[in-house]
């Protein structure tokens, strides 16, 4: 029960209780506001005796003159304006009326207004032609009924089913009229009404069937919750049935049809045939006996009624004051009355409990008497307020542990406050209560910001909260970026599985508004355009009566990242295992075939020595000879794969072995072939078989001539160059150090990922059968293995190849030379775009400039980074692009970005040498330039020369 309800309770409780038991003897009539309001009062046009128009259109009738005299014993200002019955009672729930003259009290309309005191009983009777089988209510059971639309009668029947055959009609006259006509079965109409009417109507084959169907009290009925009109009627009546004016009004409506007595015109035709001829000298005495019998039968009849009034309304009194008691003795809320001297005068029984002493003894007792000093002294304040200003008031008070909420308000009495009332409510509980909610709303609050997770409560698409961490994820600043705003805002056009996003948001959604929790991957976008992807979470809520979908995102791109590295580096160790696997392999066949080709070998020669040349054997033995020949060196190379031959390592200057070798490639190379070299000065020096030396440059120049068939460039280079930990870290097999690098690339029909996947194979060969043994390659991963050394391939078809051979720096080298110091990477700060096709390499590219310090944007493609351009979602400082790449080069991307953006800085990078690069126009003389690998040092200077440039 609210608290409004519970005052209105009190309020209704007091006027038909306390007022009644403490102020009988006073003079109040009502509220003072009544006085200068003109009341609005309806009732039914055409509703005879109670209410109707007569013949000049005044509203007339006993309800009319019963309310004329109530208004004139209170002082009332009114209006009575009648109308149709269905209207006027519309008009009252409305509370488009004040007043309404008539109407029958039942529980169902108890619902929706409130009725008076009764004016009248009314007893509700089958009316019937004369002759009519009908003699009781269970007669009428099925029969065709006739009643006024929207009357009592009306809803009687069917609340109790008595019949399917209900004629309705406008009026009582209409119905008693119908069923006098011979039309349907009876009708149902209120006993003084319907005698008064067949009178009227002079409807002689109409009677009645007695016990009554329904007896009814007849009230005004006022709009709900109008306490004080309510009041000041029923204090009208009850000022009206103490007087005679009630009994003149009741029988100048219902006289002529209540009266037991015989019509006087009656007995006089009686009289006049019986008695005439003998009795006419006493008629005159006869006449006066009869007329003084009335006389005395009617005073006796008002004093009954009078005496009835009286006992009616005692009875009402002690019933109003009965429920009062009860009310006090059995209300679960603390009630109080108290006099213009502020002692309780009237007090609930549970405050024996709060208190600890009978009622009778806290009665007339003041607030010191009864609480805390401090306490009591709060409380004589707020009851002053509330006598001094006439309004109520709302407080919070504690005692003895717990805590109360008190309501206080004056009852008026000609215009002044002159008692105070007032409830109060434990709410000790209610308190406990909503303090353990607010804190478990804030350890909700604090696990929900807290949260690693980004957490979204969602209603169909749109966003309505979310926690800090959802900021981070998103790469906003405020929840108002995200709040109000659509899912598809935050994701990718299309999802992972080709799929539009908004197709497979719509799929998702239901299922996770449906109940079904489920898990999902979801490529979402953050506010500046960058693509990222999330594991998501789906659960659906209920909170204040609708649905929403909770979503909880976990970034899953590092995942990502870390689990494709590790693939990668798996393939890379499974690859190392495989061709170490093999070269064991080949190394022990080689050994033992060895032998047998060393004796195979041996006797062909003693045979050949033996047999003169002429002879015709002789040929034949040579051809033994040339096969062992070819297949002692196919050993050897087995055993240089299997890093097993034996070798003679000393220390080189690999740019004077090149030097030595030019003649010797330039033969190995057809004419339409260019050879360059770029040989860096000062360069390191190696320790190194100068055989094996010579056979890398062998096999790497006729891979590339036969590359090149339609002739090229054949391009070697060396170069001095610092590997750190954190490019090892992304190369698996690679140590961090010095090394000297030899370089050897072509321009020829270059290779798929498959084909640079099996090269180091053993014979493993693209060529022709019996052009190629496939062991070249084979050969040279052994000698770079042998010298712990390490060996890369960049390749791409038609795009040429470039072979990386990574040789240590010779130790003694390092004698008397400054080592490097550590570089310390200054933090950055800009934002970059990496556009970088190899996932693996855009991921180490990443992670080293955001440890710089720079912000990073990346994407895979050309055509993606072409795409966040023109729709000018990103502004970067600085273009990091590869050369060669699917679609477009680097180059082509750069002229396309420049013709939007012209000040847009490029840097270019590649596992080509910058030379073949240039070479073959794809960049130009002054464009900046990194060659792959590249430690972090050597990036953050290139990129500060390309920004300062």
Not at 484 to 507: T, V
């Amino acid at each position: 029960m609210t608290i409004k309800t519970m005052m209105l309770s009190l309020f209704m409780i007091v006027n038909i209780g306390f007022i009644p038991a403490f102020e009988t003897s006073l003079d109040a009539r009502r509220p003072e506001s009544y006085k200068k309001l003109k009341l609005t009062v309806s009732g039914d046009y055409h509703y005879p005796p109670y209410e109707f128009l007569d013949e000049k259109g005044i509203p007339t009738g006993w309800n009319v003159d019963i309310f004329k005299a109530v208004a004139e014993v209170m002082g009332l200002d009114f209006e009575i304006k009648l109308g149709p019955w269905e209207q006027v009672r519309k008009s009252l729930e409305m509370g488009e009326i004040d007043v309404l003259l008539g109407m029958y009290r039942s529980e169902e309309r108890d619902r929706l207004v409130d009725f008076s005191m009764p004016h009248l009983t009314v007893h509700h009777l089958i009316f019937v032609r004369q002759g009519s089988p009908i003699k009781s209510k269970e007669d009428i059971r099925g029969k065709e009924i006739i009643v006024q639309r929207s009357d009592i009668m009306h809803d009687y029947l069917k609340a109790n089913a008595l019949t399917d055959h209900i004629v309705e009609v406008e009026t009582p006259a209409d119905a008693l009229q119908l069923l006098a006509s011979g039309k349907h079965d009876c009708a149902l109409l209120g006993n003084l009404q319907g005698l008064f009417l067949v009178h009227k109507l002079k409807l002689s084959n109409i009677s009645i069937v007695e016990p009554p169907l329904l007896s009814t009290h007849y009230c005004f009925a006022v709009t709900e919750g109008n306490a004080d009109l309510l009041a000041t009627l029923n204090e009208g009546l009850s000022l009206l049935n103490a007087t005679k004016r009630y009994g003149e009004i009741y029988d100048k409506w219902f006289g002529v049809v209540d009266s037991p007595g015989i019509p006087v015109h009656v007995l006089a035709q009686y009289a006049a045939i019986i008695l005439a001829p003998l009795l006419l000298l006493f008629v005159g005495s006869l006449i006066w006996s009869w007329s003084l019998k009335k006389k005395v039968a009617q005073k006796t009849e008002e004093l009954q009624r009078e005496l009835l009034e009286r006992k009616q309304a005692e009875e009402a009194l002690h019933e109003s004051e009965e429920i009062f008691r009860l009310f006090m003795k059995y209300s679960p809320i603390y009630v109080f009355f108290k006099d213009e001297q502020i002692r309780s005068i009237q007090l609930s029984e549970n405050y024996e409990k709060m208190l600890g002493m009978p009622i009778d003894e806290i009665l007339g007792k003041t607030m010191d008497e009864l609480f805390p000093s401090e306490l009591a002294r709060s409380m004589i304040e707020d009851d002053l307020r509330v006598m001094r200003t006439g309004r109520p008031i709302e407080i919070v008070e504690e005692l003895d542990g717990r805590t109360y909420t008190t309501i206080k308000f004056p009852i008026m009495r000609n215009g002044k406050p002159t008692f105070l009332a007032g409830f109060t409510i434990d709410i000790t509980e209610k308190k406990q209560m909503e303090e353990a909610l607010r804190e478990n709303e804030r350890r909700y609050h604090a696990l929900f910001e807290s949260a690693n997770d980004a957490i979204f409560l969602m209603d169909g698409e749109i966003f309505v909260e979310c926690n800090s961490q959802a900021l981070v994820m998103f790469g906003v600043n405020h929840r108002n970026e995200i709040l109000g705003r659509s899912l598809m805002e935050f994701s990718a056009p299309r999802q992972s599985d080709g799929l539009s996003s908004e197709e497979n948001a719509q799929k998702w959604l239901d299922t996770g508004l449906h109940g079904d929790t489920r898990k999902f991957n979801w490529l979402h976008k953050r506010k500046d355009g960058a693509l990222f992807e999330a594991e998501v979470s789906l659960n659906n809520l209920a909170l204040n009566g609708r649905k929403y979908i909770q979503a909880i995102l976990r970034d899953i791109s590092e995942r990502r990242r870390a689990e494709e590295e590790k693939r990668l580096l798996v393939e890379q160790l499974h690859q190392m295992r495989k061709l170490e696997a093999i070269g064991r392999l080949a190394g022990g066949v080689a050994h033992d075939f060895n032998n047998m080709l060393g004796v195979i070998l041996g006797y062909a020669q003693l045979l050949k020595s033996s047999l003169p040349v002429g002879n015709s054997m002789y040929n034949d033995v040579l051809e033994i000879e040339k096969a062992a020949i070819r297949s002692r060196d196919i050993t050897r190379q087995l055993l240089a794969f299997s890093r097993k031959q034996v070798i003679a390592p000393r220390v080189v200057d690999l740019n004077s072995m090149i030097d030595e070798m030019r003649k010797a490639l330039s033969r190995l190379i057809r004419e339409d072939i260019e050879l360059r070299f770029t040989l860096e000065k000062n360069l390191w020096k190696v320790r190194i078989d100068p055989s094996q030396i010579d056979q890398i440059l062998v096999n790497l120049a006729v891979n590339a001539r036969d590359a090149m068939p339609d002739g090229g460039v054949l391009s070697i280079e060396t170069r001095n160059v610092h590997l750190d930990d954190f490019y090892c870290g992304e190369h698996l097999g690679m140590k961090p150090g010095q090394f000297v690098m030899l370089s050897v690339s072509d321009t020829g029909v270059g290779m798929d990922e498959h084909t640079r996947s099996h090269i180091f194979e053993p014979f493993f060969t693209t060529k022709e059968l019996g052009k190629g043994t496939g062991l070249g390659l084979a050969t040279l991963y052994g000698i770079v293995k042998q010298n712990d050394g390490w060996i890369n391939v960049y390749s791409e078809p038609g795009q040429g190849t470039m072979f990386k051979i990574y040789i240590p720096r010779m130790k003694e080298d390092l004698q008397g030379e400054e080592q490097p110091e550590a570089v310390e990477i200054p933090s950055r700060a800009g934002t970059i775009l990496v556009v970088e096709d190899d996932e693996m390499m855009r991921g180490m590219v990443t992670a080293m400039l955001k440890t710089i310090g720079y912000k990073v944007l990346s994407t895979k493609t050309p055509q993606e980074a072409l795409s966040l351009f023109e729709k000018g979602e990103v502004h970067v400082d600085l273009l990091l692009t590869d050369v060669i790449m699917p679609g477009l080069s680097g180059k082509e991307l750069a002229d396309r970005v420049r013709s939007m953006l012209p000040e847009t800085r490029v840097l270019f990078m590649s596992g080509y040498t910058s030379n073949v690069i240039a070479h073959r126009g794809v960049l130009e003389d002054g464009m900046h330039f990194i060659q792959k690998p590249f430690s972090m040092s050597e990036l953050d200077r290139v990129i500060s020369e390309t920004l300062c440039d």
